[in-house]
């Protein structure tokens, strides 16, 4: 009698390890959505204020400056819902600078186009970054464990924004 109950309580303390373990990755990989969001949100940051100085560079007609300065401020200032429609429509404005300096040079700092097509690509990277963490995090809380068990708690369902996939 006394082993059946010993042999229960080490199987039910082994499982509640296990469900703890789990926990904590699903922690883990919460923890590393949020930072790969925290770094991808300085880079567009970033991004929108060199679109910024690229609007107000002599090189760009005052249309294309009206334009550009609007979307960047847009990018800026937007709050999480209207994030996406205004990083899209900055990458829009952008890639219209960057088509007319290759056709016809118009005087803008090159040192500004250079900094712009640098952090494109660790904007690129860091959207891989954040995809791969909000579909393994996704993945992992899909599972009946994690539901059944509540491993999550009450955090959010992390999730990807539509501005991810065409912002490049």
């Known amino acids: 009698m006394i082993k059946?109950?010993?042999?229960?309580?080490?199987?039910?303390?082994?499982?509640?390890?296990?469900?703890?373990?789990?926990?904590?990755?699903?922690?883990?990989?919460?923890?590393?959505?949020?930072?790969?969001?925290?770094h991808l949100d300085a880079l567009l940051q970033k991004r929108a204020a060199i679109a910024l100085e690229i609007a107000l560079s002599k090189g760009v007609d005052a249309a294309t400056s009206l334009v550009l300065t609007a979307a960047a401020y847009q990018a800026r200032e937007a709050n999480i819902v209207e994030r996406s429609d205004a990083e899209i429509s900055l990458s829009q404005s952008l890639e219209l600078i960057l088509a007319d300096e290759i056709s016809a040079p118009s005087g803008i700092d090159p040192i500004l186009l250079d900094s712009l097509k640098a952090l494109t690509e660790k904007i690129s990277v860091g959207i891989t970054i954040h995809?791969?963490?909000?579909?393994?995090a996704q993945h992992l809380r899909r599972r009946f464990i994690f539901r059944f068990f509540r491993l999550a708690g009450h955090a959010p369902l992390p999730m990807r924004y539509s501005f991810e996939d065409d912002i490049l």
Do not use: N, Q
Request: no cysteine; hydrophobic share 60%; glycine share 2%.
């Open 4 to 38: 059946t109950i010993v042999v229960i309580a080490f199987v039910l303390v082994i499982f509640g390890w296990y469900l703890s373990a789990l926990a904590s990755r699903l922690d883990a990989l919460h923890h590393r959505v949020e930072t790969s969001w925290a």
């Open 131 to 136: 995809t791969e963490a909000v579909s393994s």
